[in-house]
Every structure is written in structure tokens, then in C-alpha cells.
């Protein structure tokens, strides 16, 4: 008799627990990031009291066993990693995941992983975690923007208005037309200003001559700048026009330019550039040959940054210059239900979850990041609610089977009264 009243107690703890866990997502609902909880029942065992026994030629058919069950048990807890919805915060440093993914941070203690990201950066510019101090884990590009996903996640550091970026010019692109009614030894003159590789700006003077060759004209590179001891044009220094006024052959020039090594604000090493003429023309008309565009730019400041869909980070600088920062890694797990919860809506690797696989975003089945969002809890409060009065339901069912069990217990008591 005394059995069913632990088989009761069995299915009353069991239903608590689901009741705990279901508590627990209604409690985590506008939890940034939140995955929610599922636990599954499964039968503890059955007492056997008769077995099962096969067919006896004529005599008999078999009869099958005589089994009692003994309670229920937790089957599994499981963590359900479905996408959540998403919410527009306007912040740029609050990152949210879509598709499969997880946020790497790192303490002293290790990495952990996470979905919820919303980060933000400390004084020294390094990008973290702000309830537990842990910092963002990714790459960083080096002087050039390239980065070298062969090194190891580190660190987040974007050192805004600290870092100082130029460029010197490496092509000069020329636009417009020299006029084909030119005679021998007529010019056309244009100053042109590039920066060297500390970013100053320097004049030089573009000049086009006619010669005495049918549509044919020689161009030279000079200065007058005392800190550049010599401007040699690299190659054929003639530019070639068709009958119809097009260039005759692809047409770009190289200038090498050569510093006084003594002067004190200009770089040591040549500066060598190419121009780009295959947009100038010769026709009949006044020549208005001009420079469209030059890719060189000035010493400017970090002054703000952006985050892009495949997570990387670019930075704006104050002359206009972008060029790429970092990166935000992700992990990636084989069983994402291996993984351990360990607060702060964060998880652990464990044998069960296997390796942690980390990556650039949008690589080997990683999904990609939005920035000025961050992504809520996955958990459904009608779903809950419902799960909720269920349990609530077995709970009192399980008591009440106590309470006859306890009855019946208590008449066979009595039986010696």
C-alpha cells in the first residue's frame, strides 16, 4: 500500500520541477538574449510481477507480463535555441545574431558564449560585456585593414580618436580633352596636389605638349617644392589619340618622386604613383583637361566606427578615409544542447557540446550580426501559461493519489481496531 504513496511523491516532485523550470522562462521572458527551458517526463521503472511467457504448443497462447510502474523521473531538460525576436535599441554597439551563432567573451577564468549583446565600450576603448566586465572576443586588422583570420580572437580595442590614418597618393585619374587644333609646342598646364607617406601635400605641375607627331602629345611632371629632389616619369611620357579623338591604346603613366633626404618633413622613401588619361579625349574644342580624382588623403583622427552584417568594424576618420578596424567573431557547437547554462544568460562548453568552432560571421554555417538591435528571450507566454496549468493539473492529481493512498493506508489500520 505503501508504494503507491512513493509513486505519488514521485509524480508530485517530477511536476514541480517542470513547474520550476516553466517559472523560470516566465521569469527570463524580456531577458536580452534568453533561450528558454523544456523538461520531459520519463516512466522511473516497473515492477515486474509476473514475466512474459511464450506459446505452449496446444496448451497454451502465451501471456504477456505483469508489470506495475513505480513513479516518474526527469527524462531531460533541454534548452531550446530558437531565433527571438528582435529589438530596434538605436545603439551601435548592441549586436544581435541571426541564424546560428554565439557571442565569445573571455575573463580570467576563460571564454564563455552568449546571444545577448548588448555591449558597450569602456575607457580604453575596448569592447565588452558592461555586467560582468568580460571582453568581446574577435580580430583585428592590421595597419592596412587586412586581417589574418590564422591568429587567434583577441581583444576588441577600437582606439577612437587615438589612431591617426593617412594615405599617399598611389593614382591620379585626369578627365576632359586636349584640343586636337593645337600646333606644335603649344601646352596645356595643371597643378596637381598629392600626399607623400606622412600625408603632406605637394604641388607638382602637369604639363602637355603638342608634337610635331599627328595626334601625338608629350607630357612632363615637375615641382617647385624644395623637399623633393627629383620627378622621373617611369616609361613612355607620349600619349596617343585615334582619328576619332579616343585614346589609342590604354593609356597610364607612372611618376616616381624622389626626396631630398636631408629635408626634414619629407618621407625617405620614393613616392611612386600611376595617372589614369583613358578618359581624356582630342577633340575639336577648347582643352579643359582637369583631375577628376586622386586616392591620397591627409593625416586624419579615428572618429567614429560602424559594424557591417559580416561583423566587421570600419572605421570613419576625420579626412574621409574608411578602412576596416576588426572583427566580431561567433562560435558555432556541434550539439547546442550540450552546452551549460552559467548565468548571465551565458553558456560553457562542455564533452557534450563539443569543440567550440570560432569564425568570422557568415563562415562555415555561422550566421550573420545587426547592429543597433539586440535579440529578446525566445520564450512564448501563452505557451508557458499553458504548460503551467498542466503541470499545475499533474501536480494535484499526484497529490490526490497521495491522499487515497494515505486513506486506504489508514483503513487498513484500522482493520485491527
Excluded: C
Excluded at 549586436?95 to 580604453?124: H, M, Q
Excluded at 597643378?191 to 605641375?205: E, K
Amino acid at each position: 500500500m505503501n508504494v503507491s504513496l512513493y509513486t505519488s511523491v514521485t509524480g508530485m516532485l517530477a511536476h514541480q520541477r517542470r513547474i520550476d523550470v516553466i517559472a523560470n522562462n516566465i521569469a527570463n521572458v524580456n531577458t536580452t538574449g534568453y533561450r528558454k527551458s523544456r523538461m520531459q517526463f520519463q516512466e522511473l521503472f516497473a515492477e515486474t510481477i509476473q514475466g512474459a511467457r511464450g506459446p505452449d504448443g496446444d496448451v497454451t497462447g502465451g501471456t504477456n507480463p505483469l508489470q506495475v510502474g513505480r513513479g516518474v523521473s526527469i527524462g531531460a531538460i533541454d534548452t531550446i535555441f530558437t531565433q527571438a525576436p528582435v529589438v530596434t535599441t538605436g545603439a551601435k554597439t548592441d549586436l544581435a545574431i541571426e541564424r546560428e551563432g554565439f557571442f565569445v567573451l573571455r575573463d580570467d577564468t576563460g571564454l564563455s558564449y552568449t546571444r545577448a549583446g548588448a555591449f558597450s565600450l569602456n575607457p580604453d576603448g575596448a569592447l565588452i560585456e558592461p555586467a560582468t566586465g568580460q571582453f568581446v572576443q574577435g580580430y583585428i586588422a592590421d595597419e592596412d585593414g587586412v586581417i589574418d583570420y590564422n591568429q587567434p580572437v583577441q581583444d576588441i580595442v577600437l582606439p577612437v580618436g587615438g589612431q591617426v590614418l593617412v594615405r599617399e597618393t598611389s593614382q591620379i585619374n585626369l578627365t576632359g580633352n586636349l584640343n586636337a587644333a593645337s600646333l606644335e609646342g603649344q601646352t596645356v598646364v595643371r597643378n596637381v596636389q598629392i600626399y607623400d607617406g606622412m600625408g603632406s601635400t605637394r604641388t607638382l605641375t602637369l604639363t602637355f605638349e603638342k608634337t610635331a607627331v599627328k595626334n601625338e602629345w608629350e607630357w612632363q611632371v615637375t615641382t617647385d617644392d624644395p623637399d623633393i629632389d627629383t620627378v622621373n616619369v617611369v616609361g613612355d611620357n607620349t600619349i596617343t589619340f585615334t582619328d576619332r579623338g579616343t585614346i589609342d591604346t590604354g593609356e597610364i603613366g607612372t611618376v616616381q618622386i624622389n626626396f631630398d633626404p636631408a629635408a626634414p618633413a619629407a618621407p625617405v622613401d620614393p613616392l611612386q604613383f600611376t595617372i589614369n588619361m583613358n578618359d581624356v579625349g582630342q577633340l575639336a574644342s577648347e582643352s579643359d583637361v582637369a583631375i577628376f580624382s586622386q586616392d591620397g588623403y591627409p593625416p586624419g583622427r579615428l572618429d567614429s566606427y560602424e559594424f557591417g552584417g559580416d561583423g566587421l568594424i570600419v572605421g570613419i576618420f576625420t579626412n574621409g578615409l574608411t578602412m576596416v578596424l576588426g572583427q566580431v567573431a561567433l562560435a558555432k557547437f556541434s550539439n547546442n544542447g550540450g552546452l551549460a547554462r552559467e548565468g548571465n544568460t551565458q553558456f560553457r562548453e562542455t564533452p557534450a557540446s563539443g569543440l567550440a568552432q570560432i569564425g568570422a560571421p557568415n563562415t562555415g554555417g555561422r550566421g550573420s550580426i545587426s547592429s543597433g538591435v539586440l535579440e529578446g528571450a525566445n520564450v512564448d507566454i501563452g505557451t508557458e501559461f499553458s504548460d503551467l496549468i498542466i503541470s499545475q493539473r499533474g501536480f494535484q492529481a499526484n497529490a490526490r493519489g497521495f491522499t487515497v493512498s494515505d486513506n486506504v493506508l489508514q483503513e487498513a489500520v484500522n482493520l485491527i481496531r
